[in-house]
């Protein structure tokens, strides 16, 4: 296993770059460096195929597969290894540089359609990208749908009937709770002005590294920027770093970018250092990475004692709050409206959203769905689904950066990341009695002691599928959540 993780050094060294080159590339790099940066970019990732597939080091995995009395460790970093040389052989090293080109052209080109709200200024690029992932689906291939080859990339192990299953439990429990909510005028759907008012960047700057601290992140080994879509980028285990954003009003949405993010980061923080430079190192799936930041943010972050334990840094900092009790300040931060965007939509019908993308890639992959059809087909659904149409691009389809990226697959782990999360929440209490009074207390330590042990510490040493079972004893089960979301909501 030794000669493997010696073999394997320079390819984590080629991740670490292309790491770091797309967090500048979302940061701080300067609009004409794209060509440039798309040529460096392609070229890594091949030179990193070709180390992959080195004759040399396939044969060191070979041999290793047939070894008894593995460790869950090596055979963890064996199936990671595996997975990714049976997925790489596959497809051509013209087809790794033709996705890479089109990600960096196309990433750029839907930061000006999506200001200027024009899909069809990324309606070619997005086709391109549509024909390259379906020729990668066919070479990879797939047992029973298209789309699932994409999913696993993501998501190990998952597949269309998966989530047809959750989503059809899902879509109409979560419709039929945000009804009740509408009809009762309940005091969450009730406008709170505070998302009105404009706020001081700075100040809610600071406010953002205040609730780090209370949150107790490593600033040796994390920091946080901005950008215009937040995210998460780990160069290694002692260097990951988030972004947020500032609108200038609804302060809310900063705040949860922050943390939310700042859960991702959490998870590849609390890996057991022994992983560091391994295949393994980092969250097991997109799903369980999601089930950390949606725990943080939403389980954590929007309950009573978390309100009540940030509200006099909240009064400090957003001058037009000083007066705010805690009630209102919780009311607004659980503001439940079906609204436009994903990022900012609240905990009722953030899966709706999901459901609507998940829904257009499916037919994509299925040839069932056109590039040019999506807007149309994208504005109905969410009529259907949320009640209200868009009334341009920037509100509807071109709302997120996924599909520029090439990310197909991906939308549906932010949905897992949901359940996952009530179930975490779920047997967290059970095991800690003090769970609410420590949050309110700002005495994080059993709660980020939990899920070290229950989760960050194995890292990708088992699949997502494994690690819920062996952990939780459990699936990807929407009960937990939609239960959480009862309680919450209407028996509040």
């Keep these: 296993m030794n000669q493997i993780l010696d073999a394997y050094k320079p390819m984590w060294s080629i991740k670490h770059a292309v790491s770091l080159m797309g967090w500048d590339f979302e940061t ?18 091949m030179l990193h195929k070709d180390l992959l597939l080195n004759k040399e080091f396939t044969g060191l995995v070979e041999s290793a597969k047939k070894l008894d009395n593995l460790g869950d460790l090596e055979k963890g970093i064996l199936r990671v290894l595996d997975k990714e040389i049976t997925k790489q052989i596959k497809i051509p090293k013209e087809l790794t540089e ?51 080859a994409l999913l696993d ?6 597949t269309v009937d998966d989530l047809d299953r959750i989503f059809g439990v899902l879509t109409p429990r979560i419709q039929k709770l945000l009804k009740k909510l509408v009809d ?17 960047f700075k100040k809610v700057d600071k406010l953002n590294h205040d609730i780090l601290d209370l949150l107790q992140y490593d600033k040796r080994r994390f920091r946080m920027d901005t950008s215009t879509h937040p995210f998460t980028e780990t160069m290694g285990l002692n260097d990951v770093r988030i972004t947020t954003r500032y609108e200038g009003i609804d302060f809310k949405k900063s705040i949860f970018s922050t943390i939310h ?39 954590v ?42 990022v900012d939509a609240d905990e009722v019908t953030y899966n709706l959203h999901i459901a609507i993308r998940y829904e257009i890639e499916k037919k994509i992959f299925e040839g069932n769905l056109n590039v040019s059809e999506i807007p149309e087909f994208w504005n109905d659904r969410m009529e259907q689904l949320l009640g209200v149409r868009p009334t341009m691009d920037s509100l509807g389809v071109l ?22 999360s009530a179930i975490i929440a779920s047997k967290m209490r059970k095991d800690m009695e003090s769970y609410e009074d420590d949050i309110e207390k700002g005495n994080f330590d059993p709660i980020r002691r939990w899920l070290r042990l229950k989760i960050h510490q194995y890292g990708s040493t088992y699949a997502p599928k494994v690690l ?9 089960n929407p009960d937990y959540f939609i239960a959480y979301l009862e309680t919450k909501y209407l028996n509040s």
């Design 28 to 45: 701080f790099m300067p609009k004409e460096g794209t060509e440039e940066r798309g040529v460096a970019d392609s070229q890594l990732h």
């Design 98 to 148: 033709a996705e890479s080109l089109v990600r960096i052209r196309g990433n750029m080109a839907w930061r000006e359609a999506r200001a200027k709200s024009d899909f069809k200024m990324f309606e070619p690029h997005l086709q391109k990208m549509i024909e390259i992932k379906k020729e990668i689906a066919a070479k990879w291939g797939y047992d029973n749908h298209p789309y699932d």
């Design 184 to 200: 009762s005028n309940s005091p969450f759907c009730k406008e709170n002005n505070l998302g009105r008012l404009k706020y001081d």
């Design 468 to 476: 819920l079972e062996n952990s939780l004893n459990e699936d990807y």
């Design 399 to 420: 709302q997120d950066t996924h599909w520029s990226s090439g990310l197909f697959g991906y939308f549906p782990t932010y949905t897992l990341g949901n359940l996952v």
């Design 153 to 158: 990339t993501f998501e190990e192990q998952l």
């Design 301 to 342: 972050g929007r309950s009573l004692p978390f309100v009540k334990l940030i509200s006099p840094l909240i009064r400090k900092q957003v001058n037009f709050a000083s007066q705010t009790t805690d009630d209102e300040l919780y009311l607004y931060f659980n503001n439940v409206k079906a609204d436009y965007i994903r």
């Design 261 to 299: 993010e700042g859960g991702h980061a959490l998870y590849n923080l609390q890996c057991d250092q022994s992983l560091s430079l391994t295949p393994i190192e980092g969250g097991s799936s997109l799903g369980l990475h999601e089930s950390q930041s949606r725990f943080w943010e939403n389980i």
